[in-house]
């Protein structure tokens, strides 16, 4: 499928507190804190190109029982299954990317 030139890394953890006391070392290699970016209980951490600030890397992460994990996990496990579903999808994120291309 077509996609972001961007990877997205889901990573899950014990417990997010550790993460959070890591934060200084992640950022020491290169990557960014947004913070609590994409839900409650969730850290990111970004890796862009540092000429043009593309965005490499989107570093998710989730404590190993948070709701989204699930979601992202079975979104996934569903286009493994359902290929003609892939297909639909990947329609819809061309047309999306036209019809919004700044977001």
């Known amino acids: 499928m077509e996609s972001k030139p961007t990877v997205d890394i889901l990573v899950t953890v014990q417990d997010i507190e550790v993460v959070d006391r890591h934060t200084g070392k992640i950022e020491s290699q290169g990557y960014k ?3 609590e970016y994409v839900t409650p209980g969730s ?3 970004v890796r862009e190109r540092v000429e043009n600030a593309d965005r490499l890397f989107n570093v998710h992460i ?3 029982d948070h ?3 699930k979601d992202m996990i079975g979104l996934r496990d569903y286009f493994r299954d359902h290929p003609e579903e892939v297909e639909k999808f990947a329609k819809l994120k061309k047309e999306l990317a036209t019809k919004y291309p700044n977001d």
């Open 33 to 35: 804190y947004p913070g």
């Open 43 to 45: 850290r990111l951490f």
């Open 62 to 64: 989730f404590p190993k």
């Open 67 to 69: 709701k989204h994990v």
